[in-house]
């Protein structure tokens, strides 16, 4: 089984998965237990939006960031917000509570709701909401020493990608392109642009200042971002927003991919050429550095 952005989950029996305790529509239930009518709109349309929360010592990590992107994402579809700020909280503190492991990943899902199919909104209909927890393993030791492969692919994604939807064909399509080719991320471009990875932020690193592409609707902008942003501030790396071309990220001196599963990662190899000295470089070392702190005073 992949945990979220592919990161592996580690080996759980089936049957401890059934008896995973999950949240559905105000009921906390056995995953076995749990049923969607087919009529939900997330499986007819993917109508829906959601979360990946990592939780560090018990504690979900910059929850408030995370839980401003929900309420942003249900805004943009015009999805009524089914709990106020302290019921998404309770929701998610008693999932943890309810599970054995320090390190967990939460994945909440809100969709529309149940209705005949059409597509336009339905009135009145109450929005259906899921969560359910995994242990969060520690990203492998070999990926963090040696870095790992990237392919780049043409993003045929659609044009509200910094939307949380759970409509991810296109972001399934280009992992799976990833994992076809033996690479962990698929880098995607759009007009000649970097944009992101199938399920990560993606990071330049030019002589020494690392590059973000934009924060607009062709990236979905990863609570990482802004968590990646403050620890090169903090260390003194400079910083640049800007549109990145391909032949930046094809001659960078350092790729880098970052999402709530993977921290941050380097990548060192693209479409099967090495990435500058073809081995994890000095600002992943230090910006990895940074972010186990950030963890230990989050854990604290
Ligand atoms: N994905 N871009 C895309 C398309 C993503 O799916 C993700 C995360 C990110 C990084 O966001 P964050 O830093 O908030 O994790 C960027 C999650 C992990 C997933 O879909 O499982």
């Known amino acids: 089984m992949n945990g979220p952005g592919g990161s592996p989950a580690p080996a759980m029996a089936t049957e401890t998965l059934a008896e995973q305790t999950v949240f559905l529509n105000g ?72 599970h054995p492991w320090d390190d967990q990943f939460v994945y909440m899902q ?46 045929q994604r659609w044009l509200r990608c910094d939307i949380k939807s759970v409509s991810l064909l296109g972001n399934v399509l280009a992992r799976q392109a ?18 992101e990875g199938s399920s990560s932020n993606i990071w330049v690193v030019q002589h020494g200042k690392v590059l973000a592409p934009p924060r607009d609707s062709r990236i ?18 400079p910083f640049e927003v800007t549109a990145i071309p391909r032949d930046a990220v094809r001659h960078a ?3 880098m991919l970052s999402s709530a599963t993977k921290e941050v990662l380097a990548i060192t190899r693209l479409d099967g050429e090495p990435v500058g000295s073809g081995k994890p470089g000095p600002v992943f070392t230090r910006l990895h550095a940074a972010y186990q702190r950030a963890k230990a005073a989050a854990r604290a």
């Open 27 to 98: 009921d906390f239930m056995p995953l076995s237990e749990a049923r969607i009518p087919v009529l939900d709109r997330g499986f007819i349309f993917g109508d829906g939006v959601y979360e990946v929360v990592p939780v560090y010592g018990r504690k979900p990590f910059r929850w408030a960031q995370h839980h401003a992107r929900l309420v942003r994402s249900l805004g943009e579809l015009r999805i009524d917000n089914p709990r106020d700020a302290a019921g998404w909280r309770e929701l998610v503190d008693a999932l943890i509570a309810r």
């Open 110 to 155: 809100v969709t529309r709701g149940v209705a005949k199919r059409d597509h336009g909104f339905p009135k009145g209909i109450v929005p259906t909401v899921f969560a359910m927890t995994s242990p969060l393993a520690p990203v492998p030791a070999a990926q963090l020493q040696n870095g790992v492969d990237a392919v780049s692919l043409p993003d």
């Open 178 to 195: 990833a994992l076809d080719a033996g690479a962990v991320e698929c880098i995607m471009f759009r007009d000649g642009e970097l944009t």
């Open 220 to 237: 979905l902008e990863g609570i990482r971002y802004g968590l990646l942003q403050e620890l090169c501030e903090s260390e003194g790396i």
């Open 253 to 255: 001196d350092e790729l």
